[in-house]
């Protein structure tokens, strides 16, 4: 069975860096895509980026372009989301999802496959 584990949330100050990590275990994920999400209660979750397994092509939500990248290392299955100048507007709970077949141009907006449990940042003012 496909399972997704999120790590590296914490509690930082404006202006810090984070490293979250997504590992994949389970199945194969030479052709697939993994994305990260965020939600805060009340809210509706939010894209953040998305990446591609075979080609690293990237995707990001304007709110985090400039500051947050992802990343990939096929040879561990794990995915990355590199935060930096964290905003006390990051603050949410982080999820990372899989798409089995990443095709089309919006292929990181719907029809996730697996999802993570998440991973919460709190980032204080």
């Known amino acids: 069975q496909v399972e997704l584990v999120e790590s590296g949330g914490g509690l930082v100050q404006a202006g810090d860096s984070l490293r979250l990590s997504c590992a994949a275990s389970g199945g194969t994920f030479s052709y697939s895509g993994m994305v990260w999400f965020r939600q805060t209660p009340g809210k509706e979750r939010e894209f953040v980026a998305a990446i591609s397994w075979s080609r690293g092509s990237t995707y990001y939500a304007d709110s985090v372009k400039g500051r947050f990248t992802i990343s990939r290392d096929n040879a561990k299955n794990t995915v990355y989301l590199q935060m930096n100048s964290l905003k006390p507007e990051d603050t949410a709970v982080y999820y990372c999802?899989?798409?089995?077949?990443?095709?089309?141009?919006?292929?990181?907006?719907?029809?996730?496959?697996?999802w993570g449990k998440g991973t919460l940042v709190t980032v204080s003012s």
């Open positions: 999802a899989l798409k089995n077949v990443p095709l089309g141009s919006t292929w990181y907006s719907y029809g996730m496959d697996h």
